[in-house]
């Protein structure tokens, strides 16, 4: 029997089912809507579905690391009791250890891969949904490459509430790029150095700095002067290289790179929810809504 868009979009308004579960489903019950409901409730994918509206905004961020491979990702659910659950530690360690084997480029073509148990990465994060009770995304992740003569920082804070994973050239030695992702957790900068900072950013930088001088009532001769020390202020704070390291404020990150002979080639700071909307539970109102309905 042919499957039709019309017969797909109804699957999923009756089960909430992602388009290609949906598909899938009508394609091996030869269309019979029924059926199709129940095999996705079978396989936890509606029970799952229903859950989409929530906000899953907890979790855990984690890194593997193998040989010149590492990869680093975040995998959220909707409380932090979850995100400390057994299953979902073990389900955030095989997610990590797939990624890595098989390197997808995006979450889209990861979720669509197949597990050494032969389910999708989706169809496996569902079951894990209906056995654990809440709703879990693969919200990021990012594969690192490096080569014989460089070696990889993994740190993780608050039992993975921040991962930082770094790369540095010209050393193997793991401890160094490890004190560097410690400082990234701790002062966050936003990019490696000034070449990476976006000139949109600058530029409005710098315009904001010429209105704090202009405000200030400093002279229009000198307002330009201001703002590019200003500036290279703005610069040491953003950047990691111009940064005061942490463990020695008497030196730059740079500078304690270099006195172990390499150079950072990169790095990537994951905190759980950053950017996300988080729930906001209202006792009082939950309680009036209670009292209300009874």
Known sequence: ????????????????????????????????????????????????????????????????????????????????FVAKNEQFL?????????????????????????????TTVSEHLNAA??????????????????????????????????????????????????DVAMHVAALNPKYLNEAEVPADVIAHEKEVLKQQALNEGKPENIVEKMVEGRLKKFFKEITLVDQEFVKNPDVTVEKFVKS????????IRYEVGEGLEKREDNFAEEVMSQVKNK
């Open 260 to 267: 172990h002979n390499a150079t950072i080639k990169g790095f």
């Open 1 to 80: 029997m042919a499957i039709t868009a019309q017969m797909v979009k109804e699957l999923r308004e009756k089960t909430g089912a992602g388009m290609m579960d949906c598909k899938k489903a009508l394609t091996e019950t030869n269309g019979d809507m029924d059926k199709a409901i129940d095999l996705l409730r079978e396989k936890g994918i509606a029970k799952a579905a229903k859950k989409a509206d929530r906000i899953a905004a907890e979790g855990i961020t984690s890194i593997v690391t193998e040989g010149n491979d590492a990869v680093i990702l975040e995998v959220n659910a909707e409380t932090d």
């Open 129 to 178: 949904i209906a056995k654990i009770g809440e709703k879990i995304t693969l919200r990021r992740f990012e594969v690192v490459t490096k080569d014989d003569n460089a070696a990889f920082g993994a740190y993780q804070h608050l039992g993975g509430r921040i991962s930082v994973l770094t790369v540095l050239e010209g050393t193997t030695d793991e401890s160094v790029a490890k």
């Open 90 to 118: 073990t389900l955030v360690h095989e997610l990590a250890t797939h990624i890595l084997k098989n390197k997808p480029a995006t979450v889209e073509e990861a979720l669509e891969q197949k597990m050494e148990n032969g």
